[in-house]
């Protein structure tokens, strides 16, 4: 992971931290000196650590630089006098950094390590551009939402000394490749290196598909949700068997998913034998965090404050909770995914299962599934099940997880048939459910459940399988 420095200030800097904050695909951290609030994003990012001072301050400045190595810096501020001030300054510290500066007043500096961005042509080009016959540069095609990308291939990718020809290619496309630094001929016997800068064009999503890919990211979950898993245990709605099966799944998830810490937060306890085994259970653990709710503040205020200072990454929740969804509904704003304990043993789990329903939701978790599947160790099932035929572009789905399983080199076994998929479920055992989370799931439902044919709202409420929910944008959904 490489470390970058950004000092902002001025009238653009609220635009560039958040366009920063946008591109964040959390293989960097930032280190981020502004000097007015206004700048801050609403959503901290965690690989993002902020500091508030003059950035002209050589001490300060110093304790910065001192503290990490950065790779790079990138810097906008407001007076020619500020920029060359905090270049001399950061170059007294650091010879040979690399430093890229957005440069509005004509700035001329003998530094072979400073790149200059000249604001006033990029903003005479962008102008120039709207013109008739006048070519457009690769970054204002388009919806300007990354329809094309560059990307290079890594040592260790799955993408280096790999045929053109031998890469699926579905929905997006290379187009181009740059190796030491020229532009050379394509055709699918190509042999792509380490160090090669692929271009690629086609859909946002798939690019960044890829470029996850390619740049071997998978094994990442919980990120880019947050760093931490978050086990919330009431004590007056458990007993004492449910307690240790709850530990002992918290416990395997924390030892298997790339987090930081597991933090565990009891609010009502009951009796002092279950407060003296959960501690025993995991005092042994440096990873594991107790945190206890002396003032029962209730679901919705711990979940709010601990959402905050935690960085929570996966919340999760024992099935008895979801017994009044209303209550814990407020967990939807936060966009964070939830582990429901089933009644199976995690431990015992053999497949990551997928039920396929509408195309825009699946399609959004995809990646993840892929990802937790190959932390916990598991087989990929999924199931294309449409008793009722209601479900269109289930070819085109299926098309993408096929794509991605070659992508990220993960087998799947995909069974089809008209069956009922809540039937064709029960009857499997020592599985992971994965499915997108979505508002109208934690919604009252009529206790006749034959009314409903969505699969995603009929598994939701089986308290039987240990089931993983995706927060999902759901105005994609109705597109």
Do not use: C
């Amino acid at each position: 992971m490489k470390k970058i420095l950004v000092i902002l200030d001025g009238i653009v800097a609220k635009r560039l931290m958040q366009r920063i904050v946008e591109a964040n695909t959390g293989e960097n951290s930032y280190d981020v000196i502004y000097l007015n609030d206004v700048i801050l994003p609403v959503q901290k990012p965690s690989n993002f650590t902020f500091y508030k001072f003059d950035p002209t301050s050589k001490s300060k400045l110093a304790m910065v630089l001192d503290k990490n190595i950065h790779t790079e810096v990138l810097m906008a501020l407001n007076t020619k006098d500020e920029m060359l001030n905090v270049i001399k300054n950061i170059r007294e510290h650091k010879k040979n950094m690399q430093i890229n500066i957005l440069d509005y007043w004509g700035i001329k500096i003998n530094d072979e390590y400073v790149n200059v961005y000249r604001g006033i042509e990029v903003l005479a080009n962008g102008m120039v551009e709207k013109l008739p016959n006048v070519p457009v540069l690769a970054q204002n095609i388009g919806l300007k939402q990354g329809e094309i990308m560059e990307i290079r291939i890594p040592f260790g990718s799955s993408y280096a000394y790999r045929y053109i020809g031998s890469i699926e290619q579905k929905e997006w496309k290379i187009f181009g490749i740059y190796r030491n630094q020229k532009m050379v001929n394509i055709k699918p016997s190509f042999v792509i290196k380490p160090n090669d800068i692929i271009l690629v064009i086609g859909n946002p999503k798939v690019l960044m598909q890829v470029y996850n890919a390619i740049g071997k990211t998978q094994g990442q979950f919980p990120m880019p949700f947050g760093h931490n898993v978050y086990l919330y245990l009431d004590l007056y709605l458990e007993n004492i068997d449910s307690v240790k099966k709850v530990i002992e799944e918290a416990k395997f998830l924390n030892q298997k998913l790339k987090n930081n810490n597991l933090i565990v937060k009891i609010t009502r306890p009951t009796t002092v034998d279950i407060m003296d085994y959960i501690k025993d259970e995991l005092k042994y653990h440096p990873s594991i965090k107790i945190i206890m709710d002396y003032a029962n503040l209730g679901f919705r205020k711990n979940i709010k404050e601990d959402f905050r200072k935690h960085d929570i990454g996966l919340i999760i929740l024992t099935s008895v909770m979801f017994e009044d969804t209303s209550k814990i509904s407020r967990i939807l704003e936060m966009k964070v995914p939830i582990f429901k304990i089933g009644k199976e043993n995690l431990k015992s789990v053999k497949q990551t299962v997928v039920v396929l329903n509408d195309t825009h939701s699946y399609e959004q978790i995809s990646p993840i599934i892929f990802d937790v599947a190959s932390q916990i160790k598991t087989k990929i099932k999924i199931f294309d099940l449409d008793p009722i035929g209601s479900q269109k572009n289930k070819s085109n789905l299926l098309a993408h997880f096929e794509n991605l399983s070659k992508i990220f080199n993960e087998k799947i076994e995909i069974v089809s048939n008209g069956q009922n998929p809540i039937r064709t479920l029960s009857k499997e055992t020592n599985l992971l459910h994965i499915m997108p989370l979505k508002k109208e799931m934690f919604k009252k439902r009529f206790s006749f459940k034959f009314l409903y044919t969505n699969s995603d709202f009929l598994s939701f409420d089986n308290s039987v399988n240990n089931q993983l929910l995706i927060p999902i944008s759901e105005d994609e959904d109705k597109e």
